[in-house]
């Protein structure tokens, strides 16, 4: 999502100084691009540098409340990952504070939903998604192999419209439903 944004002409800047506002270590952000069939597509990746400590859905959530990132910032950031811990929560049968974001997918998620937040919040605009399509197989997670769509996006997507397609890959994760269930408004086909 940060790909396509910076893609789209959010200057990378944006998302380097909101992260940058995180007590966050051992880590560090990359914009690339990749060909695949003669098309060219943006890339962003975050790079673990460092161990990581797991963390819990409050302790992000207070780290975020406490940070100086821009008040719409941190209201949008919340919301997303209220949304992503609610659906672990759901699927794990923990309760929502104790919800666990494992070493690099905590950061990961972070600087993901930080830096998507600071990116909508920085165009101001008003986000109209399509359909999002949901592939098939497995996926090897530290909980174990798990189905795919994983039981983490099915419930992230509550309420938002989907199709399958016949393709053997993880097309939507966790924290990619988390963010688009929370910033679209509403859905609409091409």
């Not at 659906?87 to 070493?103: G, I, S, Y």
């Not at 997918?105 to 920085?122: E, L, Q, R, S």
């Not at 983490?152 to 053997?168: H, I, K, N, S």
């Amino acid at each position: 999502i940060i790909a396509a944004l910076v893609d789209l002409g959010v200057p990378l800047l944006v998302v380097e100084r909101a992260v940058g506002k995180l007590p966050l270590e051992g880590y560090h952000l990359h914009r690339g691009h990749i060909h695949r069939s003669g098309i060219v597509a943006a890339t962003f990746d975050v790079h673990v540098e460092a161990a990581q400590p797991e963390r819990t859905y409050r302790s992000i959530d207070d780290m975020l409340a406490a940070s100086p990132l821009p008040d719409a910032v941190k209201i949008l950031a919340r919301k997303i990952f209220l949304r992503l811990a609610e659906a672990e929560a759901a699927v794990h049968r923990v309760p929502l504070d104790d919800v666990h974001f494992h070493e690099v997918g905590a950061v990961d998620a972070i600087v993901d939903i930080v830096g998507a937040a600071a990116c909508f919040v920085h165009l101001d605009a008003t986000v109209v998604a399509t359909p999002l399509p949901m592939g098939h197989g497995f996926v090897r997670a530290r909980h174990g192999i798990l189905p795919l769509p994983a039981p983490a996006t099915v419930t992230c997507l509550r309420g938002v419209p989907t199709y399958a397609v016949d393709v053997e890959a993880e097309l939507v994760t966790p924290t990619g439903a988390a963010i688009i269930a929370a910033v679209a408004e509403r859905f609409i086909r091409w």
